[in-house]
Nanobody, 120 residues
Framework: QVQLVESGGGLVQPGGSLTLSCSVSENPGDMYATGWYRQTPGNERELVAAITRVGFANYANSVKGRFTIDRDNAEKTVSLQMNSLRPEDTAVYYC??????????????WGQGTQVTVSS
């Protein structure tokens, strides 16, 4: 099982920036995909951004142009740079690892989550 530990959440004003970091116990470049989901109370987790083994990045439409995902295989970290934050970005953000293409959502490895609150 891959161990993931998030850091970097907090309170930020609308229009501000935050960077989330995820420390991964194995080389994230060996995973089919790693990245970030977020979840608000009463809702399912939604994909925010992911980066594949070959370096392809994809984003939720709501964050395109504002968020950037990056990966450092040597440091075994996956980061999420979040700019121009909005109140609707408020959520618990979870780092995930999908080991292989055939790995189902229920088999993803997850971090413990980090709270991001965007409020004035």
């Amino acid at each position: 099982q891959v161990q993931l530990v998030e850091s970097g959440g907090g309170l930020v004003q609308p229009g501000g920036s935050l960077t989330l970091s995820c420390s991964v116990s194995e080389n994230p470049g060996d995973m089919y995909a790693t990245g970030w989901y977020r979840q608000t109370p009463g809702n399912e987790r939604e994909l925010v951004a992911a980066i594949t083994r070959v370096g392809f990045a994809n984003y939720a439409n709501s964050v395109k142009g504002r968020f950037t995902i990056d990966r450092d295989n040597a440091e075994k970290t996956v980061s999420l740079q979040m700019n121009s934050l909005r109140p609707e970005d408020t959520a618990v953000y979870y780092c995930f690892a999908r080991r292989e293409f055939m790995t189902s959502f229920n088999e993803y490895d997850w971090g413990q989550g980090t709270q991001v609150t965007v409020s004035s």
